[in-house]
């Protein structure tokens, strides 16, 4: 009789188990698409494309792309920013200096065009920056409020990192492109 009870009992402890793996590797299943579906690689052309021409990271370009517009490349925001990417007229009229073009700012609302010199800003940036953060942070709150906040030494880290922010509209934006980022690169860059 011992016996008989033992061996019921493992063979509903094993179903159990069994029952728990295939509940949890169906819903690993179902959130897994529901990420794919959610953080697509539109524009994957021009991403690839202008990701190695100016060396930002793939998964950074889709969650700038993410954040910034949800891959809708008409977007126009209430402050002027187009495309994309949200580049706005003066930081598009700024970038064309750099790179001594003449454009008109309508270009922008074209995906390669606003992708390809997001990528170049987001070079650059890192390039005078080092920190993607930064950049982040640059990309919301403008170049000059970033310059400030460095400035204060209880923003910043002793490496110069900017790890904390006077605006909480930035904080977030920064916080919504990081978080965004490690799905795209969880989802797409890393091997399981």
Same mark, same amino acid.
Request: proline residues 3%.
């Given at each position: 009789?011992?016996?008989?009870?033992?061996?019921?009992?493992?063979?509903?402890?094993? /179903?159990?188990?069994?029952?728990?793996?295939?509940?949890? +590797?169906?819903?690993? $299943?179902?959130?897994?698409?529901?990420?794919?579906?959610?953080?697509?690689?539109?524009?994957?052309?021009?991403?690839?494309?202008?990701?190695?021409?100016?060396?930002?990271?793939?998964?950074?370009?889709?969650?700038?792309? &993410?954040?910034?517009?949800? +891959?809708?490349?008409?977007?126009?925001?209430?402050?002027?920013?187009?495309?994309?990417?949200?580049?706005?007229?003066?930081? +598009?009229?700024?970038?064309? $200096?750099?790179?001594?073009? !003449?454009?008109?700012?309508?270009?922008?609302?074209?995906?390669?065009?606003?992708?390809?010199?997001?990528?170049?800003?987001?070079?650059?940036?890192?390039?005078?920056?080092?920190?993607?953060?930064? /950049? +982040?942070?640059?990309?919301?709150?403008?170049?000059?409020? /970033?310059?400030?906040?460095?400035?204060?030494? &209880?923003?910043?880290?002793?490496?110069?990192?900017?790890?904390?922010?006077? !605006? &909480?509209?930035?904080?977030?934006?920064?916080?919504?492109?990081?978080?965004?980022?490690?799905?795209?690169? =969880?989802?797409?860059? $890393? =091997?399981?």
């Amino acid at each position: 009789m011992k016996l008989r009870n033992t061996v019921v009992r493992s063979v509903v402890i094993i /179903v159990i188990l069994c029952l728990s793996l295939g509940i949890g +590797f169906v819903y690993q $299943t179902i959130w897994h698409r529901i990420d794919l579906q959610n953080h697509p690689r539109d524009f994957s052309e021009y991403v690839v494309k202008y990701a190695e021409e100016y060396g930002v990271p793939e998964y950074i370009l889709y969650a700038v792309i &993410k954040t910034e517009s949800d +891959f809708e490349s008409n977007r126009l925001s209430e402050e002027g920013e187009i495309g994309l990417m949200q580049i706005s007229p003066e930081t +598009f009229d700024w970038l064309l $200096t750099l790179t001594k073009e !003449d454009q008109d700012t309508g270009i922008l609302y074209d995906p390669e065009t606003n992708i390809r010199y997001g990528a170049y800003m987001m070079s650059y940036l890192y390039t005078e920056y080092s920190r993607w953060n930064t /950049v +982040f942070a640059i990309l919301e709150a403008g170049q000059s409020a /970033v310059d400030q906040w460095m400035l204060n030494g &209880k923003l910043v880290d002793e490496l110069g990192n900017l790890v904390s922010f006077p !605006d &909480k509209d930035t904080e977030t934006y920064v916080n919504q492109v990081n978080e965004t980022m490690e799905v795209y690169r =969880n989802l797409y860059y $890393t =091997n399981p």
